[in-house]
């Protein structure tokens, strides 16, 4: 049964449709009409008949490529909902660089747009499963269709958990709680590295949200497996994102980019997540 509001979404959408001129509600055409075209609102129909969404609620980002909203899922849990909405010429520049090389996604970068959506959407899914499986931080994935993905929300009734650069600016970071999320966080760029055999490739304060004092990493879609030819060079600029925020930002004393490389590479610690 697709619930009522989704329904009302989309008899909504399927009007605003038929006559452009009618629309009234500014809410509901920043969601609708804007946002998603016929194909993602049948796939949002889809996930709900799929028993995997049941309902869609607010927006919690708007970014150019993918929004993401809070749902509710079957038993009323709440739920993340990425939706891929664009391919912008930039977007295609910035992937090749992490698709170049890499034999299994190569050939997706003279997909037309849509189909490199939804390839995507499946690749972040795909390395969202491993990163959970091998027991890192991140949104437990729950299901995917087309261009949406579907994840555990990071946060509470809606409201989303602060990036690690928002609870900085909020002055929120005190140097103890920080340097202690910062040894969290090179432990999680451990485990990517050695259990799932994973560099993340896009790490930043801006792609780490902390929720109950523990680091949630985020936007996986383009991180690459150890055999991709820039791994190296890509673990090594993740880390030097991350330390260079903790130093320079927060001032903490910490070790040199080099020193965590080395760490995470061939440290001792490193060792036990063979
Ligand atoms: N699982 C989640 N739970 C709650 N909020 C999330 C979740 N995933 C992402 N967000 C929010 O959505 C924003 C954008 O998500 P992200 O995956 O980083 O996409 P983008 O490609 O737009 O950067 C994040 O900065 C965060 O605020
Ligand atoms: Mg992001």
Known sequence: MVEKDI????????????DEERIKDKDLFEVVEEVFDRRTVLAVIELCRRKCLKRLKGVVSAGKEARVYWAKGPNNEDLA?????????????????????????????????????????R???????????????VP????WYQNILVMEFVGREGVRAPLLKELYEAGSLTEDFAEKLFWKIVDQIKRMYWRAGLVHADLSEYNIMVWNDE????????????DHPNAQGFLYRDIY??????????????PSPDEIYKDVVEGEEGREYE
């Open 140 to 143: 437990k994935p729950v299901c």
């Open 215 to 226: 680091p949630y990493i985020i936007d996986v879609s383009q991180a690459v497996r150890l």
């Open 241 to 254: 994102n991350i330390v260079r925020f903790f130093r320079e930002d927060v001032g903490l004393d910490i």
């Open 123 to 137: 690749k972040e899914f795909s390395n969202l499963k491993r990163l959970y499986k091998a027991g890192v931080k």
């Open 7 to 18: 329904e009302e979404i989309i008899d909504r959408k399927l009007s605003i449709r038929k």
């Open 81 to 121: 909902v990425k939706i891929y909405l664009t391919v912008t010429a930039e977007f295609r520049k910035s992937i090749w660089k992490y698709i170049k090389g890499d034999p299994r996604y190569e050939w997706i970068g003279k997909l037309p747009r849509h189909k490199l959506m939804v390839v995507w959407c």
